[in-house]
T-cell receptor, first 113, second 114 residues
C-alpha cells in the first residue's frame, strides 16, 4: 500500500461546478496534511493545510479531514478553467514530523469552459 | 519577501559531466528540502538539510548524489557523472522550522542529460 494515494484522473468538471479531489494515507499517526497545486511545467504551490478533523475553508477551497478514515479531500467550488492543474496531496513522513513530505501521484483536474 | 530561489532554471549536461543545482531558501527559513520529479512521476523526497547539517538523506541515491547547506550561501545539490536517467525536475523547498512544516517550493531546475 502506498503511503499517500490519489486517483490520477483526469477529473473533468464543467466550469462553475464543484470539483472533489480525494486522498488517503496509510500512517494513522499523521498530524498534518497539505494540498499543493502544480500547473504543467511549474512548481508546486501550497493552497491548503489542515491539521484537525473537519472542514477548513479558504475562499473557493475547502479541505476536509477525517483521521478515523485516514482520508483528506479538497473541494473547489465554482471551478474555473484556471483551476485546471494537477493537485498533490502531501503528508509528513511518520508521526515524529521528520520534515520529509510524502506526495501522492496527484490528480489532474480539467475544468471545461 | 523573496521566495525560494533556485538556479539555474534549466541545465543541460552531457553524460559523465557534473551538475550543480543551487537553492536559496526564503528569508527567515533555515530548513531546506530537495525533491525530484521524474517525467510523468510524482514528487520524491531526496534530502533534508539545516545549516551545515544533513538531517535526512534517506531519498538520496547511494552514489553520485550529494547535498550541502553551508553556513554561508545557498544549498547545493551535486550530481556527479550524470546519466540520462538523472533528467528530471529538481525542486527545492524551505520551511521556517521542522515543527512548522509548511514547505514552500522554488521554481525548480530542469536538468536534461544528453
Amino acid at each position: 500500500q502506498k503511503e499517500v494515494e490519489q486517483n490520477s484522473g483526469p477529473l473533468s468538471v464543467p466550469e462553475g461546478a464543484i470539483a472533489s479531489l480525494n486522498c488517503t494515507y496509510s500512517d494513522r499517526g499523521s498530524q498534518s496534511f497539505f494540498w499543493y497545486r502544480q500547473y504543467s511545467g511549474k512548481s508546486p504551490e501550497l493552497i491548503m493545510s489542515i491539521y484537525s478533523n473537519g472542514d477548513k475553508e479558504d475562499g473557493r477551497f475547502t479541505a476536509q479531514l477525517n483521521k478515523a478514515s485516514q482520508y483528506v479531500s479538497l473541494l473547489i467550488r465554482d471551478s474555473q478553467p484556471s483551476d485546471s492543474a494537477t493537485y498533490l496531496c502531501a503528508v509528513p513522513h511518520g508521526s515524529s514530523n521528520t520534515g520529509k513530505l510524502i506526495f501522492g501521484q496527484g490528480t489532474t483536474l480539467q475544468v471545461k469552459p | 519577501n523573496a521566495g525560494v530561489m533556485q538556479n539555474p532554471r534549466h541545465l543541460v549536461r552531457r553524460r559523465g559531466q557534473e551538475a550543480r543545482l543551487r537553492c536559496s531558501p526564503m528569508k527567515g527559513h533555515s530548513h531546506v528540502y530537495w525533491y525530484r520529479q521524474l517525467p510523468e512521476e510524482g514528487l520524491k523526497f531526496m534530502v533534508y538539510l539545516q545549516k551545515e547539517n544533513i538531517i535526512d538523506e534517506s531519498g538520496m541515491p547511494k552514489e553520485r548524489f550529494s547535498a550541502e547547506f553551508p553556513k554561508e550561501g545557498p544549498s547545493i545539490l551535486r550530481i556527479q557523472q550524470v546519466v540520462r536517467g538523472d533528467s528530471a525536475a529538481y525542486f527545492c523547498a524551505s520551511s521556517p522550522s521542522r515543527d512548522e512544516n509548511i514547505q514552500y517550493f522554488g521554481a525548480g531546475t530542469r536538468l536534461s542529460v544528453l
